[in-house]
Structure formats: structure tokens, C-alpha cells
């Protein structure tokens, strides 16, 4: 299969015109027909005629000064507006909202010649860790349709685990690319906040969401981040900082460098396969030259108030803009899901309440950006678990907010201090379910994240593995 | 509790009916003791962080750019008149019959 390639492989070969793109996008068309449907990751796909017609033109107009992602099929997140398609965020509130614009990251990719196949099933409005919050129906993981994709990038994840596109889009603010990476087994990156443009991104909470890919290695995440960084005028907290040379970065040594185990990460309250498969990942790393140590981190302990309060009360003031006057349909559509975390957000930032409540969020959240920076003091990198358990069966976290939430408690912390963390996978349970982990970098170490993610793909094979296909 | 969700619900425009009420009060009530854990820490003397970016006051000058046309602003809208956007009255004109 074309689509188990990376994007160097499927580049080069187009090159030497071992392939054409008509042939990659039929093969995109092949899958989404074998198994979108039954996995239900897309929310909108472009037709047949309209993809085969664009990949024709594209071979005709093909040189071999072309972008490395020139042709190759890929798919976003439905919270990232475009033209001609729906933008859902997995809600019927917007049903039939069409964009009169499309979001930066968007036209980005459109303008190296990559082509859209379509837009992903997600949890509304990023609101879950499930993908089971969609008014679209829920996302099934490929290694096993009884068991959550994890979210609320679900569908994304699902598109490139089940080789129906060369990479994917998703929106992290909480987990959310990272978490359904791990679930199905592909690697995801959430950058450092500002680091891509957020402009034509369906906000979630605005001071934690970011904008990053998800693809089957470090590498093709590098190439997809060479493109989708830097800074963007319609954004006015994207950075200005000059963006490295992610693929250049790939090889540079890593021996000597510091692991950083925060202790709150690796007690043992959560799924023992988890934890020692990433005990094991950490071990593999050690054979790189790399060394570990202990870190005492006890505000992460607070991490999921932290992050709820914040990301509720943020959410409660940005989905106050679907009235139903410029777009959508009114207010009665939001799921419980959403309705919980509006109510929630709008209780902290209520008279009488937002000193104690939000602002004291606010004033933890300081906490954890003075424990990260203490803990980057003291080593290169931070390593965690992805997620607390594997992908857990249906209806699992519906209905149960609090373990809905601690789904989420190895990755908020990261985007209520907004350094970048890659997610990839490091294993299986024994039942064939993937396992992921994280490495977390200081602000704006993309490079230094991608290169040991990269490096540690180089002596393990967990993500050539792809699920059954039909 | 159930007065304080209707009042949420008020506040958020979210109409919430009988039986939702009582789900979302047991729940929320374990969510809000859950976020009571931030009380446990020192926080009198610490300053708040409302974002982590290192851009301050990112301006541009006042120049007229390229938008969106009137059609397309308007094109989502449900109700439209004249090239504006129609919204429900929001205040009742009490002399009126």
C-alpha cells in the first residue's frame, strides 16, 4: 500500500514518476470506501470526480521543483473553516455553516499543491477525550471498532492509523491531537503555543488551543510543521520567532541529554500496561545515551482543575457567539458534554465567583509554568504517558465527568503552560490495543522533540504497525 | 443546587428542561467539589498567567485591506434585510399595543 509510505518515500517516488498522484488519491478514494464509513472519521468528503480531476491536473502540472507535499492526499480536523466544504466542529449547530474563508493552516497546505480529501469526525467544539461527543456519531478505532478512538482529534487520528491519507490535521488544547495519536497508534505533535497561526481554528479555550499534525512518524511530522509554522499577521499571538529547520534537525546526536520523570506522572494509579510500557520506551531511550532523572513536580497533582476551570471558562465565553444571527442554528444544540463545561466555565467567571474561581486558576496556572521551567533547569526533556489507560469500550467516560476529565491528565499541563509535546506510539496491551508516550520539550523546541521522537523510531518499529484493513 | 443551575443556564442562554436538570446538578456538584482542590494551594501571594505567548500588543496600522464581501459575510446569516443581519427583538416596547 502507497499510503503505509512516508512523505519523503511517496515524494521521491513521485520524482522519479515511479507513482503518480492519480494513483495515491485513488488509493485515498479505496480507503475511505473500504472503511470511512464503518469508522465514521470523516464528517464531509470531496466526491470522487472532484478529487480524481484535481489529481489529473496536478500530474499533468507535475516538476520536480514541486513541494514535498505536492499531490500527496491529506484531511483536517472539522474545527479548521474552508471553502466549498462544511464546518461542523462536529456539531449541528453549524450544520450548514459554509466558510467565506478558510484558516491559515489551510491555505498553507493547499498552496504546496497537498489536496484535501476531506474534513474529520471530532468531539464538538473539542469538547471530549472520546470522540463519543459528535453529532455526527462516534469515531472508531481501526485496531478495534468496539473501543474509542480517543479525542477530540479522533477522526484525524483514525484517517492516518487507517492509511486514508499521508497526514492529517488536529487541534490540541488539552490533548487532543496527542490523546487519539496514542489510542491509534500514530505520533502527533501539539507545538508550542503561537507557533502556528490559530486564524480560521473554531476556538475552544483561546490561551490553550494549538494547531498541529498528526502522522504516521516524527519525520513526516516534520515535514507538515516546516510548512504550517511561523508567524501570521491575522493571528496576533502567533510568534514571531524564526522557525528552525525541523527536517535538518532529524539526526543531530542526542547522547548526553536529560530525561526529566516527574514522580506525579509515574505513580501507580493508572493502567499497568501504560506504565510499563513506557518504563520500557524509557529504557530504549537510555540506549541512546540519554540519561533520566527524578523530578518533584507536586502542582501536577492540580493539573485537571487547572485545566477545567480555565478551558470551561474560556469555552463559556467563546461559544457565547453561536446565537444563531450570523451563523448556525440557536442554542439548543449544544451536547451535555459542551452544556456541563459552558455551565461550568459560566459559574467561575460569574459575579462573586471569578476571584475565587477563575483568577485562583490563573494563579495555579503560574504555579506550573514556574515547576516546568525549575524542571527544564534540570533536563532536556519531560517524558509521560499519553493517556492514563488505553482506548477504553463505548460509553465508558459518557456520563462519568470526572473520569472523563482525568483522561486528560498527563497532557493539560502542557497547554495551560504551552510547551510543545510529541505523542508516539511505544507498544501494544495484550490485547492489540496501542499504547503511547509523551516527550515534552521546552518552549519552542519542536526540533529537539521531533529529533529524539525521530531517533527513537530509528531502533523501534511500533510505528510501521497498522491496523487491519478491510 | 437546582436554583443555581437554572440560573447557569439562564446566564449561558441554554435551555435545560426537568429531567436534564436533575442529571446536570448531581453532576456538576461532583465536578464543582472536584475543582475545590485549587483551594489546597498558597496561591495569596502569587500573580495570575493569562497566557503563555511572548507577543505584547501586536498592532497594525489603520489601513484599509482586502475583506469579505457583503454577500459573503451575509451568506450564513438566517435572516438577512437590506444587506443586514435580522435579530429578534431583544427589549419590549412596553407603549406598544
Keep these: ?470 | 443546587m437546582k436554583n443555581q443551575i437554572l440560573h447557569l443556564a439562564k446566564l449561558a442562554a441554554l435551555s435545560i428542561s426537568g429531567s436534564e436538570i436533575k442529571k446536570y446538578e448531581k453532576q456538576l456538584e461532583v465536578i464543582f467539589e472536584y475543582m475545590d482542590q485549587i483551594k489546597q494551594l498558597d496561591l495569596a501571594a502569587v500573580p495570575e498567567t493569562f497566557r503563555t505567548t511572548e507577543e505584547e500588543n501586536v498592532l497594525r496600522g489603520d489601513i484599509v485591506t482586502p475583506s469579505l464581501s457583503q454577500s459573503d459575510a451575509l451568506r450564513n446569516a438566517r435572516r438577512t434585510h437590506n444587506g443586514f443581519f435580522v435579530v429578534s427583538a431583544i427589549m419590549k416596547d412596553e407603549h406598544a399595543a
Design chain 1, 1 to 470: 500500500m502507497l499510503l503505509d509510505r512516508s512523505i519523503n518515500e511517496l515524494a521521491t517516488r513521485l520524482r522519479k514518476r515511479k507513482i503518480t498522484i492519480e494513483q495515491l488519491v485513488c488509493e485515498s478514494i479505496a480507503r475511505c470506501k473500504a472503511q470511512a464509513k464503518e469508522l465514521n472519521c470523516f464528517i464531509s468528503l470531496r466526491t470522487e470526480q472532484d478529487l480524481l480531476e484535481e489529481a489529473r491536473k496536478k500530474d499533468a502540472d507535475f516538476t520536480v521543483d514541486k513541494h514535498q507535499l505536492y499531490g500527496l492526499p491529506f484531511s483536517v480536523k472539522d474545527s479548521y473553516v474552508t471553502h466549498h466544504l462544511p464546518t461542523t466542529s462536529g456539531s449541528k449547530i453549524l450544520k450548514d455553516f459554509i466558510s467565506p474563508y478558510a484558516a491559515t493552516v489551510v491555505e498553507k497546505l493547499l498552496a504546496t499543491g497537498a489536496i484535501l480529501i476531506g474534513k474529520n469526525n471530532q468531539d464538538s467544539w473539542g469538547h471530549g477525550a472520546s470522540n463519543e461527543n459528535s453529532d455526527f456519531g462516534v469515531v472508531r478505532n481501526p485496531w478495534n471498532p468496539a473501543y474509542i478512538s480517543g479525542g477530540s482529534s479522533g477522526g484525524s487520528a483514525v484517517a492516518v492509523a487507517a492509511r486514508m491519507v499521508a497526514f492529517a490535521i488536529g487541534e490540541d488544547t488539552g490533548g487532543s491531537i496527542r490523546n487519539p495519536a496514542s489510542m491509534c497508534g500514530v505520533s502527533g505533535l501539539k507545538v508550542t503555543y503561537g507557533r502556528v497561526s490559530r486564524y480560521g481554528t473554531i476556538a475552544y479555550a483561546s490561551s490553550l488551543d494549538t494547531v498541529g499534525p498528526i502522522a504516521k512518524t516524527a519525520e513526516d511530522l516534520t515535514q507538515v510543521l516546516q510548512v504550517i509554522a511561523g508567524v501570521d499577521a491575522k493571528d496576533g499571538s502567533s510568534s514571531q520567532r524564526p522557525v528552525d529547520n525541523y527536517p535538518a534537525s532529524l539526526l543531530k546526536p542526542v547522547a548526553g541529554k536529560i530525561l526529566g520523570l516527574p514522580k506525579q506522572f509515574f505513580g501507580t494509579n493508572y493502567h499497568p500496561e501504560v506504565r510499563s510500557t513506557v518504563l520500557e520506551a524509557i529504557a530504549q531511550l537510555k540506549t541512546l545515551g540519554l540519561q533520566t532523572v527524578e523530578l518533584d513536580m507536586p502542582v501536577l497533582d492540580f493539573a485537571i482543575p487547572i485545566y477545567y476551570m480555565l478551558a470551561s471558562s474560556e469555552t463559556s465565553s467563546n461559544l457565547a457567539r453561536y446565537d444563531g444571527v450570523r451563523y448556525g442554528t440557536d442554542r439548543d444544540g449544544f451536547l451535555p458534554e459542551s452544556a456541563r463545561r459552558i455551565m461550568l466555565g459560566t459559574y467561575a467567571l460569574s459575579a462573586g465567583y471569578a476571584e475565587d474561581l477563575y483568577k485562583n486558576a490563573q494563579r495555579a496556572r503560574t504555579l506550573l509554568v514556574n515547576s516546568y521551567q525549575a524542571a527544564f533547569a534540570q533536563c532536556d526533556f519531560i517524558v509521560a504517558p499519553t493517556t492514563p489507560s488505553p482506548a477504553q469500550k463505548f460509553g465508558e467516560l459518557l456520563d462519568n465527568p470526572i473520569e472523563n476529565m482525568l483522561a486528560d491528565l498527563f497532557t493539560a499541563t502542557v497547554n495551560i503552560v504551552g510547551v510543545p509535546s510529541i505523542a508516539l506510539p511505544i507498544g501494544f496491551t495484550k490485547t492489540k490495543l496501542p499504547i503511547g508516550m509523551q516527550i515534552i520539550g521546552n518552549k519552542f523546541q519542536e526540533a529537539a522533540v521531533l529529533q529524539l521522537a525521530h531517533q527513537y523510531q530509528q531502533i523501534t518499529q511500533w510505528h510501521t504497525q497498522a491496523p487491519p484493513t478491510k
